[in-house]
């Protein structure tokens, strides 16, 4: 199911919301303009590599510096693809424009970039021996996700579902939609996790997700 259309209402210009896409678009379209071997290096550089931190002696003998912990950050305005990117930033767009009219802009900049450092500590507790650079605002968008319901629990959420070649139509109330995300981010991370694959299956950071959904509803309850 996919939303395009939320009752919410933007009064104002999202102006923080509009940057964080830019930033993340603008190193996106850096990283893959770079050549192939200088494009890895970029990814290997920024993106959070978990193995890094869980053994910081063989960390050093690669070449990398487990003492910067600049990646929890700077991985999370990098995407794998065309489809990631284009995915996190139209749910930035769709959920975060009335969430920083709420809180306004700093207080929005401040719940973005913690949830994202949340995330991305949430998927290095459970993938320590993982080798694959992570990367992705999901983290930081799942807290927007986060505070967005706590603060309009019953806007309504229009979503589309393909069925075959026919798109269906309907509406949920954020705290319904927001709810059945979250318990599909549980189950993919508890599958992962049993499968002693530290909960990253196919890719998908599960635990940054779920890491940065609570630790948007916590700190929207705690601005009030």
């Known amino acids: 199911m996919f939303p395009f259309r939320t009752t919410a209402p933007t009064l104002g210009s999202p102006t923080v919301t509009m940057v964080l896409i830019v930033a993340n678009i603008s190193v996106f379209l850096y990283q893959i303009g770079l050549p192939a071997q200088a494009e890895q290096v970029f990814v290997y550089t920024h993106a959070l590599v978990p193995v890094v931190y869980s053994h910081p002696d063989l960390a050093r003998e690669a070449g990398f510096n487990p003492d910067n912990y600049l990646p929890f950050v700077t991985n999370t305005f990098m995407h794998a693809g065309f489809l990631h990117l284009t995915l996190n930033m139209w749910t930035l767009w769709l959920f975060g424009a009335p969430l920083e009219d709420r809180l306004g802009r700093w207080r929005f900049l401040a ?6 450092l949340v995330g991305s500590v949430g998927h290095l507790a459970f993938n320590l021996q993982s080798t694959v650079p992570t990367l992705g605002a999901s983290g930081a968008v799942a807290g927007i996700l986060g505070g967005y319901t706590l603060f309009y629990p019953r806007a309504k959420i229009a979503l ?7 798109p ?4 949920l109330p954020a ?8 318990a599909f981010q549980v189950l993919g991370g508890a ?6 694959k530290g909960g990253a299956m196919g890719g998908i950071a599960w635990w940054a997700h779920i890491a940065g ?3 948007g509803l916590g700190l ?3 601005m009030g």
């Open 111 to 116: 719940l973005y970039m913690i949830c994202g």
């Open 160 to 166: 589309v579902q393909p069925i075959f070649f026919f």
């Open 168 to 171: 269906l139509v309907y509406h």
């Open 175 to 182: 705290m319904v939609f927001t709810g059945l995300w979250f």
């Open 191 to 196: 599958v992962g996790f049993t499968a002693d």
């Open 213 to 215: 959904f609570l630790a």
């Open 220 to 222: 929207v309850w705690l």
